[in-house]
T-cell receptor, first 114, second 116 residues
Framework: AQKITQTQPGMFVQEKEAVTLDCTYD???????LFWYKQPSSGEMIFLIY??????QNATEGRYSLNFQKARKSANLVISASQLGDSAMYFC???????????FGPGTSLSVIP | DAGVIQSPRHEVTEMGQEVTLRCKPI?????LFWYRQTMMRGLELLIY????????DSGMPEDRFSAKMPNASFSTLKIQPSEPRDSAVYFC??????????????FGAGSRLTVL
C-alpha cells in the first residue's frame, strides 16, 4: 500500500546550519516520484524538489537537495545554510505513476533559530 | 498564468447548510486533485480527476461529500449537509504529465471552511 512516513514532528536548526528532514515511503509500484513541499504559516503549498524512482542522481534545487536511497525507501530533504524564512511545515509526497494517486506524509515543522 | 484559483477563500456557515467550494485549474492541466487539511489528520486526498473523469474517490469521507468536474476548467466540491467536523482547509491542485518533472502538483491558495 502507498504510504509516507515522516518521523520528526518538529525540528530546530540554527541559522546558517544544514538540516535533514526525514521521509520514508512504501510502494509496490516500480515507477514513482517523490516530492517535497513547503507550507509557511501563510498557508500556501510551495513545491521544492522532485526525485524520480529511476533517476540515477540525487535531485538538487538551489539550497535544497534530496538524499534518495531507493533500497531503504527513503527520500530525505537536506536544506543547506538555513535561513529564517525556512521556518515552515515541510511535507514529503509520493506519486505512483501506474495509478497517479498523490499522497502526503504528516509533515515536519522546522524552526530556524537566529 | 494565474495559477490554480479557488473560491471562496473563507467560508463560515452553520451546521446543516450546503457548502460549495470551487476550483479553476491551470489551463492545459489534465489532472485535478482535492485535499483536506486538518491538524489532526494532515493532508488527506479526497478525490482526483483525469481529463474531467473521477479516478479515485476513496478518500471522500461520506455521502455528504460530492465532487464534480463538468469541464476542463472547473471543479466543485460540495458538502451537504455540513457538520462542524468538516471544518478544515480544502486545497485544490492540478498537474500535467506533459510538462515533465514528475507531474508536479500546483496548489491553489485553499478554502478555509468553518462550520458552526
Amino acid at each position: 500500500a502507498q504510504k509516507i512516513t515522516q518521523t520528526q514532528p518538529g525540528m530546530f536548526v540554527q541559522e546558517k546550519e544544514a538540516v535533514t528532514l526525514d521521509c520514508t515511503y512504501d510502494t509496490s509500484d516500480p515507477s514513482y516520484g517523490l516530492f517535497w513541499y513547503k507550507q509557511p504559516s501563510s498557508g500556501e503549498m510551495i513545491f521544492l524538489i522532485y526525485q524520480g524512482s529511476y533517476d540515477q542522481q540525487n535531485a538538487t534545487e538551489g539550497r535544497y537537495s534530496l538524499n534518495f536511497q531507493k533500497a531503504r525507501k527513503s527520500a530525505n530533504l537536506v536544506i543547506s545554510a538555513s535561513q529564517l524564512g525556512d521556518s515552515a511545515m515541510y511535507f514529503c509526497a509520493m506519486r505512483e505513476f501506474s495509478y497517479d494517486k498523490v499522497i502526503f506524509g504528516p509533515g515536519t515543522s522546522l524552526s530556524v533559530i537566529p | 498564468d494565474a495559477g490554480v484559483i479557488q473560491s471562496p477563500r473563507h467560508e463560515v456557515t452553520e451546521m446543516g447548510q450546503e457548502v460549495t467550494l470551487r476550483c479553476k485549474p491551470i489551463s492545459g492541466h489534465d489532472y485535478l486533485f482535492w485535499y483536506r487539511q486538518t491538524m489532526m489528520r494532515g493532508l488527506e486526498l479526497l478525490i482526483y480527476f483525469n481529463n474531467n473523469v473521477p479516478i479515485d474517490d476513496s478518500g471522500m469521507p461520506e455521502d455528504r461529500f460530492s465532487a464534480k468536474m463538468p469541464n476542463a476548467s472547473f471543479s466543485t466540491l460540495k458538502i451537504q449537509p455540513s457538520e462542524p467536523r468538516d471544518s478544515a482547509v480544502y486545497f485544490c491542485a492540478s498537474s500535467s504529465p506533459a510538462l515533465g518533472g514528475g507531474n508536479v502538483l500546483t496548489f491553489g491558495a485553499g478554502s478555509r471552511l468553518t462550520v458552526l
